[in-house]
């Protein structure tokens, strides 16, 4: 074995076009972008303000700016599988070798579920959760900033196997035995498990911070009850997230042992058993569903709230439900194989839980509903996204409970109605939510609202693909058609392969409105401005703050007093702190910007990049430099920054001037 | 300090878990909790080592007296090691425990019952080791 | 340590909520300190570090329960290698769980002594904690090598495979927590209690504790178990 594993030149795919291709545009794209910054000469500011920021609002927005841009890397591979797929109707062979498309199928999966969805989801409750909630900042912002980049370092090793080796051909979640060394020799799953494990690590800091947040630091008399639906949700998509990551680990971690040295906990040979991976993977995958769309849920409940100006209907039933989803969700896991083997009673006990755990969300929608019931209704965008979200999730979720029933669903496995049903919630739930979240937050982020025509035409025309396409696909697994075909030989699928394709062009068109949104507003930033700091008229505790937040948030910590809607708190807020003298503010300890992350990031990658290429040197060396990093961090004294009373008091003054 | 009401010291204290709260300032108390906590589970882990060697345990009871002995001790641990207790002031650090143990037993007696259901409903026999020693 | 820092707790589920909480009305809002009635304020540090552990202490035990679940499964798929009975020994089990058990001990020593400021008896008591699972690694080590010598190494079968890394992967988190305390002591040694030591002191015994409960699960449910038959 050579100083670099198994890296040499066969490495770079100079023989497949299309990942050359591809790999060619990011890297040229990623030097292009890092020679403007150069030669702009922002790096001080980059590193000063963001790289090294602990700034949950900052770490928040870099979370979404990294899943925004892999929800478009993964929806280029969900375009190419689309049309490679109706190509190959009637005998075409496409353009994708079956290798190809086999890693682009597990790489859209992969990127999607760990890289865009996750992230997205998480950086909205880091920017949100401790504005609602009233206080500075997160429990532990170092923490916060190392999970964000080590959720970084796992998308890059993803997307660097674009350019050197291959990435996993198993399928998002690598089954095994097909998984294993024997039958999967290359990097590809490799790249997979180093990616999503590092990536998993960072999501259970984020996972700890938000729990230790919103349990033991909130604003004075905000109690459990009087939490905005936001920091309910993401309270459970946190407990969620430290409860099944493990598993998780667990399990990849069993595989790496088996790849790497031969153990047998999934293999065919010596009594491994390939089922255990299935059953193990799923008791975190599907705990993981009810993570991405949780938030969303909690997004939904304010848009619809604000929206409708009213308070949200049946605060109590609403926490009640999501508490209800946090612990069933770990007792239907099963459903994702019932067609492995196991008895009927296992089945049977499985598909009834799954449809139970419906229920929950069931009282979500007519909360909903009944919030907007009466209420003096506005659609702006977000509230648009949240009503599509109504309609489709609720096709989503009854194809759910179609599936949940064992003997339906031995027809339906593995079919394209299966997946079209998963990204009828994933989609309509967890992006919608996301994109409401994202339009929603974004003036409290950057002080200007987001321009509404380019928002509702991307709001209209991702609406009608995602229904064309996943329409479509529906259709086709009911007539017999399973999911990741390389080559699909029934002519009679073809038209409704056609009139996805179709369906694929309107959410281009969709994806391409929401990318002009941005531009445009950005242009347009000072028509757009928004000096209030509540341009939605919104009901909780992040509204009373300006635009953008101040690094401390609140210049005194707000008194959240009595059950009365957010709407009374907000006034309340806001009446008191615009009567404040200098004299009432004190001095403010912030923790001060750190490297950490950054650092701790840099050598998981190094670490991780070595064990996929079987480097063992440089791992070992990845391993003694970061914990020398480690040590180094922990050595230091000074860690906090203290912004005087007279600063305290000017800033905030120069900010409320400016609103007034 | 642990009462309700609260009427003497105003309010329940918050604790971080594992602190020793009640007799913190005693160091004598902290000792002696930990004094207990050593021998209670020097005498269950003393007891299973037992249950194993005597001939006078019933044979079948034996794996089920294991776990409660195991059980019990994991009960000590938690309470004279980690000093998890009932009071309000620990009700956080409870409800978290008392979620992260039910999620343990979903996962494991889950997978259990599952694989032990696929296992004779498919018949799985351990298939011969010709392959030991495994590709690399 | 904690008396003076003993905050109140604002969190108590059940209390202090609803119409009888004039508490929450009437107190002044720059009060440092909550009022201990349901929803006093952030917490103060101390709390907030040990709450945060605790929460990653969680993850890590159901981190084992994945393992445990593994080893549950696969503890019959001997594939016609060695089994329980003929691998395991007693008196080493022994051995190395009175060490554990002992060093759990001391481990909460050392904080009582630390909580007293006794800087000379927190050391040496987090050196006797160290040492004892230094004793334990080493025991663990020496079952793992006889064990390969033997042939029963994990690649034999999937029994195995399950029982070296459920039984390593607590070593490893052994290991992990003897760095830990050695490079606590160094500091500790250095600067002397500092708030941020005494926090990562109180965590280093919560991590302690929780390993050796965890090994309470694997010497009952691998070793004892295994023995019964």
Known sequence: MSVLGKLDWSAIPIDQPIPL???????????????????????????????????????????????????????????????????????????????????????????????????????????????????????????????????????????????????????????????????????????????????????????????????????????????PMFCWTALCASMLIVAAFPILTATLTMLTLDRYLGFHFFTNAAGGSPMMFVNLIWAWGHPEVYILILPAFGVFSEVIATFSGKPLFGYRSMVAATLFITVVSFMVWLHHFFTM?????????????????????????????????????????????????????????????????PAADFILHNSLFLVAHFHNVIVSGTVFGAIAGYTFWFPKAFGFTLDERWGKRAFWLSLAGFVIVFGALYIAGLEGMTRRLQHVAVAQWGPLLYVSVAGVAVMIAGVAAQITQLVVSIRRRDALRDDTGDPWEGRSLEWATPSPPPAFNFATLPEVGGEEPYWRIKERAIASQQERSASDYEPITMPRRSATGFVTAFFATVIGFAMVWQIWWLAALGLVCAYGAFVAFAWRDENEDTFSAEEVARIERARRGAAA | MSGPSGTEQGDAADAPPGEERLDAREFGGGLKSYLTGLLLAALLTGLSFLVLDVPFVWGPAVPMALIVLAVAQMGVHLVFFLHVTTGPDDTNNVLALAFGVLVCALVLFGSIWIMDHLARGTMVEAAPAEEVGAPR | MSAAEAQEDPYVLGRGRGGADAAGEGRGGDDARPSGRGEGGPAPKRTVVGYGFWIYLLSDIILFAGFFAAYAVLSGDLAGGPGPQELFEQRRLALETAALLISSFTCGLAGIAAGRGAMLRTQGWLLVTGLLGAVFLGLEVQEFATLVAEGAGPQRSAFLSAFFALVGLHGLHIAAGLLWAGTMMAQLAVKGFRPAIERRLMCFALFWHALDIVWVGIFTVVYLLGLAG
Do not use: C
Not at chain 1, 349 to 355: E, L, V
Not at chain 1, 371 to 397: D, E, K, N, Q, V
């Open chain 1, 341 to 405: 083997g196991a008895g009927a009673n296992v089945n049977a006990a499985f598909g009834i839980a799954t449809s139970i755990i419906a229920v929950g969300t069931g009282v979500k929608i007519y909360n909903w509903l009944f919030t907007m019931y009466g209420g003096r209704l506005r659609f702006p965008t977000p509230m648009l996204w949240s009503l599509g979200f109504l309609f489709t999730f609720i096709i989503g979720g009854m194809t759910g409970v179609l599936l949940a029933v």
């Open chain 1, 21 to 227: 291709a591809a790999g060619g545009g990011a890297i040229a794209l990623m030097l292009a972008a890092l020679g403007w910054v150069t030669v702009k000469g922002h790096w001080p500011y980059l590193w000063r303000e963001w790289i090294t920021s602990v700034d949950h609002k900052r770490i928040g927005v870099m979370y979404v700016v990294l899943a925004l841009a892999m929800l478009v890397r993964g929806f280029i591979d969900a375009i190419m599988m689309r049309t490679h797929q109706a190509l190959t109707v009637g005998g075409g062979s496409g353009y994708l070798p079956p290798e190809h498309f086999n890693q682009i199928f597990s790489a859209h999966g992969t990127i999607m579920i760990f890289f865009g969805a996750m992230p997205f989801m998480v950086g909205l409750m880091n920017f949100v959760v401790p504005l609602q909630l009233g206080v500075r900042d997160v429990a532990f912002p170092r923490l916060n900033s190392t999970a964000f980049w080590l959720t970084a370092s796992g998308a890059l090793l993803v997307n660097l196997s674009l350019v050197l080796g291959e990435f996993a051909r198993t399928g998002w979640l690598p089954y095994a035995p097909l998984s294993e060394r024997s039958y999967s020799p290359g990097v590809g799953v490799d790249y997979y498990l180093w990616a999503v494990q590092i990536g998993g690590v960072g999501t259970l800091m984020a996972g700890i911070n938000i729990v230790t947040t919103i349990v033991k630091t909130r604003a004075p008399g905000m109690g459990y009850l009087r939490m």
